[in-house]
């Protein structure tokens, strides 16, 4: 951890509220990118958001250091996102939009290029965009996750690593496996 986190830490577990704004300012695009992936309906993601740095505001406690801070977040968000869909067995809905951030903290969607307006593009972009959705919804949770925490939310291997409290060579086969998986789903629905 990061001497300016544990100081952030202290600050937050003595009860300093400002600490906690700079804690929520600085993370809360990537928990609502999360959940937005997770619950694709924007009211869901913001209820989602703001129970996860509930969540985090009453057990900074039990943080012990081990990670980064956003990585500690991001495990938070995903276990809320889970809760939220195993409660509401949430049938997931599409968005328009697909965002994510990078490992530097810069926002980006999905890459699917609009080449133009023309309503025959727009369809097929369309098409495309609920193909690669549907193919990463089918996948087994634990490919799916993978998948999103890299190559949508841009997260390094070591983050992932630390997410999910498993070895960095652990990351990358399951990660060319879920490549796989999505690449065999898609030939088979493109």
């Not at 001497?3 to 804690?23: H, N, P, S």
């Not at 890299?150 to 490549?179: C, F, K, P, Q, W």
């Amino acid at each position: 951890m990061l001497k300016d986190e544990e100081q952030l830490v202290a600050r937050i577990r003595a009860g300093d509220e400002t600490a906690f704004a700079a804690l929520m300012e600085d993370n809360e695009k990537m928990v609502f990118n999360v959940a937005l992936r997770y619950t694709r309906n924007y009211d869901d993601s913001s209820d989602v958001t703001q129970e996860v740095f509930i969540k985090a505001y009453r057990s900074i406690e039990s943080f012990k250091g081990d990670s980064k801070l956003s990585t500690w977040l991001y495990r938070i968000t995903v276990n809320v996102c889970l809760d939220f869909q195993r409660k509401n067995k949430l049938h997931l809905r599409s968005t328009q939009e697909l965002t994510g951030e990078n490992e530097d903290g810069e926002p980006f969607e999905l890459p699917i290029p609009d080449y133009s307006y023309h309503p025959d593009t727009l369809a097929e972009q369309n098409e495309l965009r609920e193909a690669i959705l549907s193919a990463i919804d089918s996948l087994p949770p634990s490919s799916r996750e993978i998948v999103v925490m890299r190559d949508i939310n841009g997260m390094s291997y070591n983050e992932i690593a630390d997410a999910l409290h498993i070895e960095l060579g652990t990351v990358r086969s399951r990660l060319a496996r879920a490549r796989i998986r999505l690449r065999n789903k898609l030939v088979k629905m493109i």
